[in-house]
């Protein structure tokens, strides 16, 4: 399937934050968005989730226009940046609500076994991530969006995510953004820098540095 979003435009009050961007994910790649604090990174995911209306902005699946918030169809999932799951709601319980097979869970993440009749406060802040992460990656949704998915995670778990969201890429459309950009660059097949309102397709790393997204010379320190 292909996820298309173009001609967003966004507004907070008279402030221009998003203008003319097009973004297109499909099932079999992940799509990364680097951008610098306060570009529209997050604002761009809730407009193609469907929860925050922008000025303009049309969604395209499979070349076809859907006129309704994607979540109504329910073909999406997304993980915000700030956590979701209510902090008394029972680690067992997210499980059921999301459908997600929290045996499966449990075998690619054992230590979290003493933890199923407790809750969501109970956790870390890492760990509470790490189960909103993986709950997001293995919902019933064709199309997936992750706000910041490895800025709480140690590295092991970076790597586990990292190696979860590949597997899962090939039955799914995967859109990630992060200010951990070595992790974007090593997992996206296609990566689109916002700036200035509207993203750029990148097609070498070094443009990140023309850009001025990453000062010269980063990429090969
Ligand atoms: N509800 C809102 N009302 C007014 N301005 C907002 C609102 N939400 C976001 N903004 C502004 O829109 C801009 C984009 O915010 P957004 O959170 O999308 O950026 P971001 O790229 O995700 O940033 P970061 O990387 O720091 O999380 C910022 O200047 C922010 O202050």
């Known amino acids: 399937m292909i996820f298309e979003i173009d001609n967003v435009e966004l507004y907070f009050a008279e402030k221009q934050i998003l203008n003319g961007v097009y973004l297109k994910a499909e099932t079999g790649k992940i799509t990364g968005i680097l951008g610098a604090n306060g570009c529209g990174k997050s ?3 809730n407009i193609f989730f469907g929860s925050l209306q922008p000025r303009h902005k049309l969604v395209r699946i499979d070349k076809k226009p859907y006129l309704k918030p994607l ?3 329910g073909m999406v999932t997304y993980l915000p940046q ?3 799951i209510p ?3 029972k680690i ?3 499980f059921q609500l999301f459908k997600v097979d929290l045996k499966e869970f449990l075998n690619d993440f054992p230590e979290f076994k003493t933890y199923t009749k407790a809750r969501m406060r109970d956790l870390s802040g890492g760990q509470q991530r790490v189960v909103e992460i993986y709950i997001c990656l293995k919902s019933k949704a064709k199309l997936i969006l992750l706000d910041e998915p490895f800025s709480h995670l140690s590295p092991l778990y970076v790597e586990k995510i990292k190696t979860l969201t590949q597997e ?3 039955e799914k459309a995967i859109i990630l953004t ?3 950009y070595r992790h974007i660059l090593a997992t996206s097949d296609e990566l689109y820098l916002l700036k200035n309102g509207s993203t750029k397709l990148i097609n070498k790393t070094s443009e990140l540095e023309d850009y001025n997204y990453l000062k010269a010379g980063t990429l090969y320190n």
């Open 71 to 73: 979540f109504k169809y």
């Open 43 to 45: 604002s761009l995911l």
């Open 92 to 94: 067992e319980t997210c």
């Open 87 to 89: 902090p008394k709601m």
């Open 178 to 180: 992060d200010h951990m």
């Open 82 to 84: 700030q956590n979701f």
């Open 168 to 170: 899962l890429q090939k």
